[in-house]
Structure formats: structure tokens, C-alpha cells
């Protein structure tokens, strides 16, 4: 892979962290144990029996606390702790060739990871204002289903890949504007007249 294509896939790697992070150390370390992708130095222990089975039981369990109403807002609150570090240090890693990680790559990455959680926590405390819980599983099952097809992708084109998860994420910014315009008071007013 060129470098442009390390920066894509490290930025790609960090924006999915900042959503399902375990989902995607999982996908990266199943990814580099069956040959898919040649993991740079500093990754190549995402491919470890260890961390596979760590990320893949979190992730099992992200899968099912992330469909539940409050719990998932429980969830996403103390996984900031976890994506944003992760996000930062996925990004880094992709762009490391010698397994040394580069501050202004760990800086853009903890950036990138940092703004697709704000969107998914704010998406889900927003969903959570909603009575049904349908809306709830729906975006959770989204989500799993971005970043599987975001990893899937990676390993064809980083740059579609990435360029289909922005997309995704600005369509997820305008309809967040449009609902939270429609929930703020006097917004109903404006919006009717």
C-alpha cells in the first residue's frame, strides 16, 4: 500500500474506533491473522490469539448493550475512555512502519475517533428521547453494519471506503440537525411556519 492509502486506512481505522471499537481491533486482527492485510509493526498484535478473543467476546457484548435504551448511553459515556485512545493509537499504527507511532498521527487519530463518538453518542442520546426502542436497534444495527462493510472495504479501496463512511457520517450530522431543530423548543413553531 502506497502511504496515502496507510493514511486513508489509519484514518478509516480511527473514525470506526470512535463507533465500535472492539469491532473494528477484531475485524483488523482477523484480517491480518488470515492474510487479508499486512499489518504494519505496531499492529501485528491485533492478530494475536489474545486480542482476537478479547475483541471478538467485547464486541459480542458491545453488539448486544448497544440495542438497549439508556444502557447504550451507559456504554457509549465509559467507552470514551476506551475509543478515543484506541482510535488514536489505530491510526498511528497504520502509518508506522518501523512500529514507532507519530505524534501528529496519534493527534488526528484521537481527533477522528473523538468526532465519530461525539455523532454516535449524540445520535443515540438523541434516539433514546424516543418512546419505542425500534429506532434505537435500527441505528445500533447500522452501525454494526458500516463497520463491517468499512472493513470489508478497506482491504479493496481505503479511499472508497473512507470516502462512503464520511458520506454516511455527514448524511448522520444533517439528520441529527433536522431532529434536533424539530426538538428544541420553538422549533416546532419555526419548522411550521
Not at 143 to 148: A, F, G, H, Y
Not at 154 to 166: D, E, Q, R, Y
Request: charged share 10%; proline share 5%.
Amino acid at each position: 500500500m502506497s502511504e496515502a492509502q496507510l493514511f486513508a486506512t489509519g484514518v478509516l481505522l480511527a473514525w470506526l474506533a470512535g463507533i465500535r471499537v472492539y469491532l473494528t481491533v477484531f475485524g483488523v486482527g482477523v484480517a491480518g491473522a488470515l492474510g487479508w492485510l499486512d499489518l504494519p509493526p505496531a499492529l501485528e498484535a491485533a492478530a494475536s490469539p489474545w486480542v482476537l478473543g478479547v475483541a471478538g467476546s467485547l464486541a459480542v457484548a458491545e453488539f448486544f448493550a448497544d440495542k438497549i435504551p439508556g444502557i447504550d448511553s451507559g456504554w457509549d459515556l465509559l467507552h470514551t475512555l476506551a475509543r478515543v485512545p484506541a482510535g488514536a493509537f489505530l491510526a498511528a499504527a497504520a502509518l508506522s512502519p518501523d512500529g514507532e507511532l507519530g505524534g501528529g498521527m496519534l493527534a488526528t487519530g484521537a481527533g477522528v475517533a473523538f468526532a465519530s463518538h461525539v455523532l454516535k453518542s449524540g445520535t443515540r442520546l438523541m434516539l433514546n428521547l424516543s418512546p419505542e426502542p425500534v429506532s434505537n436497534v435500527a441505528a445500533s444495527s447500522t452501525e454494526d453494519v458500516v463497520t463491517l462493510g468499512a472493513l470489508g472495504l478497506v482491504l479493496v479501496s481505503p479511499w472508497l471506503a473512507l470516502t462512503l463512511v464520511l458520506a454516511v457520517a455527514a448524511l448522520a450530522v444533517l439528520l441529527l440537525a433536522l431532529v434536533w431543530r424539530r426538538l428544541r423548543p420553538g422549533g416546532r413553531r419555526r419548522a411550521a411556519g
